[in-house]
């Protein structure tokens, strides 16, 4: 089974913050990554799909990029919309989901 | 536009079965993979089940092979989980989730439903 995991846990970060999240899989995924916003009560969200590619509709300021076996979600300015749970997911074989990182406000 | 509503959820006594269902619409169903994933309170979200667009292929996660089975009425639009022999460990959050790309194979998820909770508890 491929593992995803995701650091930080939990990031502080302020208004207009350039934020990054980091994805690591257990072994290479090639670039089948995807990332998944979620805010509490809700369903996730699709950000991000092989590990690059923008869904439509998803602000610019959301980017992806790694390939292989290390991944990175970032956000060049950090909007109060975004304090959310960011969660990876590899869709190379079968499905895993990394254990989420939590942005709050500093 | 893509909607998809789950239903089915409760509280169930360990042991015990309960049937999730999720009725799609505003895309062509029978077209597009499946699948269920689910959310314990306050942890991740953990994938649970997919079945491929005509049901030929299906897989499960390995905390619920042979206890859950996923299947699918094209012809009603819906997606099921039979979930048997519930543990107190299967307390979750339940989210059906749609294949983003036409036809077969391992993908992302485009849309998801709103999901429903499932407690099980004596």
């Known amino acids: 089974d491929i593992q995803m995991t995701q650091s930080p846990s939990t990031l502080s970060a302020s208004l207009g913050d350039r934020v990054t999240i980091t994805c690591r899989a257990s072994q290479s995924i090639s670039r089948w990554l995807a990332w998944y916003q979620q805010k509490p009560g809700k369903a996730p969200t699709l950000l991000i799909y092989?590990?690059?590619t923008l869904e439509s509709g998803v602000p610019s300021r959301f980017s992806g990029s790694g390939s292989g076996t290390e991944f990175t979600l970032t956000i060049s300015s950090l909007q109060p919309d975004d304090f959310a749970t960011y969660y990876c997911?590899?869709?190379?074989?079968?499905?895993?989901f990394g254990q989420g990182t939590k942005v709050e406000i500093k | 536009q893509v909607q998809l509503v789950e239903s089915g959820g409760g509280v169930v006594q360990p042991g015990r079965s309960l049937r999730l269902s999720c009725a799609a619409s505003g895309f062509t169903f029978s077209s597009y993979g499946m699948n269920w994933v689910r959310q314990a309170p306050g942890k991740g979200l953990e994938w649970v089940a997919t079945?491929?667009?005509?049901?030929?292929?299906?897989y499960y996660a390995d905390s619920v092979k042979g206890r859950f089975t996923i299947s699918r009425d094209n012809s009603q639009n819906t997606l099921y989980l039979q979930m048997n022999s519930l543990r107190a460990e299967d307390t979750a959050v339940y989210y059906c989730a749609k294949d983003a790309i036409i036809s077969s194979g391992f993908y992302f998820f485009d849309y998801w439903g709103q999901g429903t909770p499932v407690t099980v508890s004596s």
């Open positions: 997911q590899q869709y190379y074989s079968y499905w895993t």
């Open positions: 079945i491929w667009f005509d049901g030929s292929n299906i």
């Open positions: 092989k590990a690059s």
